[in-house]
């Protein structure tokens, strides 16, 4: 088999890069490392890949008289000359922009601390120092997919590691340094059996954008992982922790609270995952104001002072000035891309972004949506300012609100209490939005033409307070501020096997029914059929078959049973007798005259013991999805 080949980037010891070199040649990875890049001259991981006979490449960024654009531009063409099938990060302590990104492949990075926890430089001291504040027990490692935003990809492999109470700074990173190395192969292990297709993701990434992956749960269902980055000027500009968590419970708050509005794509979430309904999005942003204000290209302030008077097909009167209340609601949509062109409904209909008839209701939706979010934010002491909503359509032409509403990062807020008296003195309102770091950048660069600066911590932290304070203001709930033991897998498994409103459940009498087992689970999936299975037998585990049936009859979703049984075959009428949900019975068979002598007992039930025998499973999993379809009806 063809070694797959390994491109480390290093910037230290390289005590990591030595451990992929051993475990290449022992065969314990099935890899070889063609290259390596480092960005230190003094890092002594050169001397171990000269050592091994491996090629090296010593590319240094001067920060302070370097442009990073030109720093890229060669980074990537070493990168390309190089054969590789993906990049490991195995200790690079440089930032790696989206400009290099886009030109590269498959590059996934170490990072000693736990997925939403502590990105970037000196995690371990951040993580101890959140110990002794207590606000964690417990620190890890993670290798994760590298994306635009720091440490925030898709974790492809993570240790959770305890912290003492006799525990030293030194201690710690002793700690995780050792352990990181265990964490680094199997990352790299998992990686090398996803590119070979050997172990295919349970859930495909159908989508990564700005703030969000999309994930392709099955069952018409979506699973949308907000992350903590923070963009703005079309750009990735830094991280917020726990901004993700708390902009996905903002959401399902306003989702659950405007229902009487519109209906939309939520259905269940657990931190920054999102369990959403399955739609097709329109290509369109809808925007309502009810003040004039902002600062970017398609703010309305921007291009009223620019002496724009038409805008988005609206026409707004001389005499406005920043900040003040419009006399009414105003839409001014926008396309939805890679750079949002403002456009009027007329030019969104023309250019086929979306059809008359669907703007009419997308456009009074809005509308009532904004009015009634500002009668709300009033009532907390705000001023909804503006927000953008997004809809869809799913496959039986519903329209639906979707992606987000009402949040920090959709939206923009204003303290109400304080808003006249500043409007007067001609000073900003007080902000309750990631302009905070918009106006930091702007301050010092052209966001739009320049590189962007680094965000101070202490301005991230304001920003994170920011989100918290006023999630606890709105809801009068309050969220903790970390996390622990928490996984996307997990959330959308809970939300399946408790609450996903349509589940064929499988019983079968015996472990050797397998093979029939497994045809049936294969021709449910093929019909988009959620199923459980158990192996429980009306004979020999009755209580069991018993609080099954009892569990599903108290859970309020739609349940079909399916009975696995042959011969003497209680469990079909066991089931039927004890639920008020559909039976059906697939028997196995080894052949024709096989299902002819076991089949008696499966048809000839007693009266009111209504059971229905289909004898292929695919026919089995259609009626069942017949079923549901009549249902949703």
């Known amino acids: 088999m063809e070694k797959t080949k390994l491109l480390v980037f290093v910037s230290g010891n390289g005590t990591n890069l030595q451990a992929i070199i051993d475990c290449c040649k022992l065969d314990v990875l099935p890899c070889e490392v063609t290259g390596v890049i480092c960005n230190r001259i003094d890092a002594y991981a050169i001397q171990r890949a000269k050592n091994n006979d491996i090629k090296t490449h010593v590319i240094i960024y001067d920060k302070d008289n370097g442009h990073r654009s030109e720093y890229d531009r060669i980074l990537v063409d070493i990168v390309q000359s190089i054969d590789y099938d993906f990049i490991v990060l195995a200790g690079w302590m440089q930032i790696l922009t989206p400009n290099f990104l886009k030109h590269v492949k498959n590059v996934i990075n170490l990072h000693p601390a736990l997925p939403g926890q502590f990105p970037g430089a ?6 101890w120092s959140a110990y002794q504040k207590g606000l964690i027990k417990k620190t890890g490692i993670m290798v994760h997919n590298v994306v635009e935003k720091v440490d925030a990809g898709i974790v492809i492999s ?9 525990d030293t700074l030194d ?23 996803t590119l070979n297709k050997q172990t295919p993701d349970k859930y495909p990434l159908i989508y990564t954008g700005k703030v969000r992956d999309v994930l392709n749960v099955g069952y018409n269902l979506l699973a949308m992982v907000h ?11 830094c991280t917020i922790p726990r901004k993700g968590t708390v902009l996905t419970a903002l959401s399902a708050w306003w989702f659950n609270k405007t229902r009487h509005i519109v209906p939309n794509h939520y259905l269940y979430s657990n931190e920054n995952v999102m369990i959403v309904r399955k739609c097709t999005p329109f290509p369109v942003e809808v925007v309502v104001r009810g003040y004039i204000t902002g600062s970017t290209k398609t703010s309305l302030w921007t291009h009223y002072n620019k002496g724009v008077r038409v805008y988005c097909g609206e026409t707004f009167p001389e005499g406005l000035v920043k900040n003040k209340k419009l006399d009414r609601n105003y839409l001014t949509p926008t396309t939805k891309g890679d750079v949002d062109i403002p456009m009027s409904p007329d030019d969104l209909i023309s250019n086929g972004y979306i ?8 456009a009074e939706k809005a509308l009532e949506l904004f009015k009634f979010g500002q009668e709300v934010a009033h009532k907390k002491g705000l001023i909804l300012v503006d927000t953008k909503y997004e809809f869809g359509k799913t496959e039986d032409g519903t329209i639906l609100l979707i992606d987000e509403i009402h949040t920090c990062d959709s939206s923009r807020y204003w303290v109400e209490a304080s808003y006249m008296e500043r409007f007067e003195r001609a000073l900003e309102p007080e902000k309750l939005d990631k302009d905070i770091i918009r106006d930091y950048i702007r301050k010092r660069v052209d966001p739009y033409n320049e590189d962007l600066p680094d965000i101070p911590q202490k301005l ?10 006023f999630y606890e203001q709105l809801t009068g709930k309050v969220l903790p501020r970390v996390v622990n033991d928490f996984s ?5 498994t809970e939300y399946l096997d408790t609450q996903y409103p349509y589940v064929a459940v499988l019983f079968a009498g015996s472990e050797s029914d397998r093979p029939h087992i497994n045809k049936l689970e294969k021709a449910l999936r093929t019909y988009n059929v959620f199923h459980k299975t158990y192996i429980a037998s009306a004979h020999k585990t009755t209580n069991k078959v018993l609080n099954l049936i009892n569990y599903y009859n108290n859970s309020g979703r739609k349940v079909v049973f399916i009975t696995i049984a042959g011969r003497s075959n209680a469990l079909s009428g066991v089931v039927a007798g004890n639920t008020r949900y559909p039976v059906i019975a697939c028997p196995p068979y080894k052949d024709k005259m096989d299902m002819c002598v076991n089949l008696q007992s499966t048809l000839q039930c007693p009266s009111k013991i209504p059971v229905m025998t289909v004898l292929d499973p695919s026919n089995t999993a259609l009626a069942i999805h017949n079923m549901f379809a009549m249902s949703r009806l």
Request: proline content about 3%; hydrophobic content about 35%; overall charge positive.
């Open 355 to 362: 059809q008359r008839e669907e703007w009419d209701y997308v």
């Open 460 to 469: 991230v932290d304001r920003v994170q307070q920011v989100y918290m304070s």
């Open 171 to 193: 201690t710690l990173t002793n700690r995780v340094r050792y352990f990181e190395k265990f964490v680094l192969l199997d990352g790299i292990l998992k990686t090398v059996h």
């Open 122 to 127: 000196k995690s371990i001291k951040q993580a």
């Open 488 to 492: 996307i897998d997990t959330c959308i």
């Open 158 to 166: 993570k240790k959770d590691i305890p912290i003492f109470p006799n």
């Open 227 to 237: 992350s903590n980055r923070q963009s703005a000027f079309d750009r990735h500009i």
